[in-house]
């Protein structure tokens, strides 16, 4: 795959997505278009994904939840691919009146083709004959992000939440785009999440191996699997600020490839890893506790085969003696928030057959990560992260590690003094102030 220098002012391909707050409101739309219509002017090809307008797939939410507290899945991805559908259009309209031809497409109309897995479909194929075309035809084709269209069902299917980003990322890779450019928020990738860390430092490139764990651990600023995504088929992500020109940070395989960061920025490349990639939090899970679980063989896996019976992925897995003063253990492991209740359900079906005395469910927790590839060759990391959570005077419930992250579920209302507290101590505090530009922080 040929990427073409952008700087050097040769003509690129370039996706660009720009995310809710970035379409809020009309004005933005405005900006947003005369930002595309600059990129054209330079003389670059430009491919634009949007997302829902401001907090409306939250809105959309809502409204399902208020007509019916388990709505069919199809229905909902109906309903919520209609937010992307009301930007696409209006965008088109805004780009139209500054004199250039947009074309505004849905996920199924530029060939995003998933499985039927409503609410988080997988990409099997994308096939974007109508983008490019569009593009042959000197049009600027914009794409409603987060939706595609079952290859089997024929149903209008969505990718899970945030999954704009990736919609950017499989249409970059399919047309040999040269970047793929994530407008948000913020001025790009920091140490931690800006709306809690003010001191966050910018981060000007991160490898994707980080990044997907930064993303895994909660740092919503990226898709997780928009990363994967990238990785795999080596698609440069440049996350940015929609309301400044600021120059972002770059998603790479390598810091120290500067042959391909030559192409896309100024900056140089990195030849030392640094040790901390970034501070990670996550509000969106749950902690479930099976209590009084007989000790013997093969009690664990009945337990994880049946939350996994239900499509739901665990993730922190703790496992010790039992609070009930038995000889029995209790075991303990974390889940989407969203899907605890069907956990719970599915495992009380299994009560009888695995034998464990209860379940507590606990939505109040949040997940702490520090994540840095750095970490592997450097000792004492583990200590400076524990006693800065200490100090803190936050307890810690349940600890995992990785190669490249260490992760703590604390109390919910905990982790900004936490978050703030290890960022700290491992000498990520800027002297400037982060800014966040728009957006709800929904
Ligand atoms: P968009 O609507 O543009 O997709 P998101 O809300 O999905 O925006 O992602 C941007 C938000 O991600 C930021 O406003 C910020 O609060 C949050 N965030 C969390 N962790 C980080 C991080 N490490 N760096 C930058 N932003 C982060
Ligand atoms: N609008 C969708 C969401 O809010 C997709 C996205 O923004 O990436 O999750
Ligand atoms: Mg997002």
Excluded: W
């Amino acid at each position: 795959m040929v990427r073409l220098p952008l700087e050097l002012g040769v003509m690129g391909l370039v996706v660009a997505k720009f995310g809710g707050s970035s379409v809020a409101d009309a004005s933005s739309i405005l900006r947003v278009a005369k930002r595309i219509v600059d990129t054209k002017r330079a003389g670059h090809q430009i491919v634009v994904v949007v997302s829902a307008m401001g907090d409306t797939t939250d809105e959309l939410l809502d409204l399902a939840r208020e007509v019916s507290p388990n709505p069919p899945g199809r229905e909902l991805d109906m309903l919520l691919t209609a937010g992307e559908r009301i930007s696409m259009a209006v965008l088109a309209m805004a780009i139209s009146d500054l004199g250039y031809e947009a074309r505004s497409y849905t996920g199924s109309q530029a060939g995003l083709i998933t499985d039927s897995t409503h609410g988080k479909a997988r990409i099997v194929d994308v096939t974007p004959d109508r983008i490019q075309q569009a593009l042959s035809e000197n049009a600027i084709p914009i794409v409603a992000g987060f939706q595609g269209v079952s290859a089997d069902t024929k149903d209008i299917t969505t990718l899970g939440r945030g999954g704009s980003d990736l919609t950017a990322v499989a249409l970059a890779a399919a047309l040999y785009a040269d970047v793929c450019e994530i407008y948000t928020d913020v001025d790009g990738i920091f140490s931690a999440d800006p709306r809690i860390v003010p001191k966050a430092r910018q981060v000007p490139r991160i490898t994707y191996d980080e990044m997907m764990e930064l993303a895994a651990a909660g740092a919503k600023v990226l898709h997780l699997r928009c990363v994967e995504y990238a990785k795999r088929f080596d698609v440069p992500i440049h996350v940015r600020s929609s309301f400044s020109d600021k120059e972002g940070t770059f998603v790479i395989a390598d810091l120290a490839d500067q042959s391909k960061l030559e192409k896309l920025s100024k900056v140089g490349a990195i030849m030392e890893q640094p040790i901390i990639a970034g501070v990670a939090h996550d509000l969106g899970d749950a902690k479930i506790t099976v209590v009084g679980v007989p000790d013997r063989p093969g009690t664990a896996a009945a337990i994880f085969q049946s939350v996994a019976d239900a499509g739901i992925n665990m993730d922190m897995i703790v496992q010790n003696v039992s609070a009930s003063g038995s000889s029995k253990t209790d075991v303990t492991f974390t889940v989407p928030v969203a899907e605890s209740a069907k956990a719970e359900l599915q495992l009380r079906k299994a009560q009888v057959q695995i034998g464990f005395e209860d379940i507590e469910t606990d939505e109040n927790i949040a997940k702490i990560s520090l994540v840095g590839a750095g970490m592997r060759s450097h000792p004492g990391v583990s200590a400076t992260f524990f006693k800065a959570i200490a100090d803190a005077g936050v307890n810690v419930e349940m600890i995992s590690t990785s190669e490249i992250r260490i992760s703590v579920v604390t109390r919910a209302e905990d982790a900004k003094a936490a978050v703030q507290a290890i960022h700290a101590a491992f000498g990520l505090d800027s002297d400037g102030e982060a800014v966040v530009y728009g957006g709800t922080g929904r």
